[in-house]
C-alpha cells in the first residue's frame, strides 16, 4: 500500500513540477543529399535482366534478332541535384539516349522535368563514365519507395545484334550540372 500512495504522489506532483520548470529546448539536424536509381517495378523485357541497388542500376542485354532497340524505364528520386553516369563495359551498343522524362505523382517537384539537362545521345566513344542527365532536386517528400515521388526517365538503347552487354547507370546527388 505503501508504494502505491508512493506512485500517486510522483504522478501528480511531477507535472507540477515539469510546469514550473521553464527554458527552451533547441533541436538541430541535417538530411544527408541522396540520389537514388530504380527500375520501374512493372517493366518486364525478355532481352533486359535487371539488378537494381540503392544509387544503381545494373542492366544485362542480350541482342537477339527481335531486340532492334529497348526501352527502359529508370525511376530517379533525389532531394538534391541529381547526376545520372553510365559505364558500358564493352562497345557492343550503338546508341543510348533519353527519350522521355516525366514525373511519377504529386511528389515530384513541377520545376524538374523543364529543368532536367539531357544528353541528346550519349557518345560512346568518350572516357567513362558516361553523363547521361543531371537535373535538381526531384521528391518533395515521401521516401525511396514512395509511388509518387519519381522521376521516369525512359531511356533507348540500341545494342548490337547477337551480343551481351553489361551497362549500368549510376545516380550521384550534388548540384546538376549546367
Known amino acids: 500500500?505503501?508504494?502505491?500512495?508512493?506512485?500517486?504522489?510522483?504522478?501528480?506532483?511531477?507535472?507540477?513540477s515539469a510546469g514550473a520548470q521553464s527554458g527552451s529546448v533547441a533541436l538541430q539536424g541535417s538530411v544527408s543529399e541522396t540520389a537514388a536509381l530504380?527500375?520501374?517495378p512493372n517493366f518486364t523485357d525478355k532481352n533486359v535482366q535487371v539488378v537494381s541497388s540503392g544509387s544503381s542500376v545494373r542492366l544485362t542485354l542480350s541482342a537477339d534478332?527481335?531486340?532492334?532497340?529497348?526501352r527502359?524505364?529508370?525511376?530517379?528520386?533525389s532531394n538534391?541535384?541529381?547526376?545520372?553516369?553510365?559505364?558500358?563495359e564493352s562497345q557492343t551498343v550503338t546508341h543510348l539516349s533519353v527519350v522521355d522524362v516525366r514525373p511519377t505523382g504529386s511528389l515530384v517537384s513541377p520545376e524538374v522535368v523543364n529543368a532536367v539537362v539531357r544528353s541528346a545521345e550519349v557518345d560512346l566513344n568518350a572516357s567513362q563514365p558516361l553523363l547521361v542527365l543531371t537535373g535538381p532536386r526531384v521528391s518533395l517528400g515521401g521516401t525511396l519507395n514512395s509511388p509518387n515521388n519519381a522521376?521516369?526517365?525512359?531511356l533507348l538503347i540500341r545494342p548490337t545484334q547477337g551480343s551481351?552487354?553489361?551497362?549500368?547507370?549510376?545516380?550521384t546527388a550534388g548540384p546538376p550540372v549546367p
Open 65 to 70: 534478332a527481335d531486340a532492334q532497340v529497348i
Open 151 to 154: 522521376l521516369q526517365v525512359t
Open 164 to 171: 551481351l552487354t553489361h551497362l549500368t547507370f549510376t545516380a
Open 1 to 16: 500500500m505503501r508504494h502505491f500512495f508512493t506512485l500517486i504522489a510522483v504522478v501528480f506532483l511531477f507535472p507540477v
Open 72 to 77: 527502359v524505364p529508370l525511376l530517379v528520386r
Open 80 to 88: 538534391t541535384g541529381f547526376k545520372i553516369s553510365a559505364v558500358l
Open 38 to 40: 530504380s527500375i520501374l
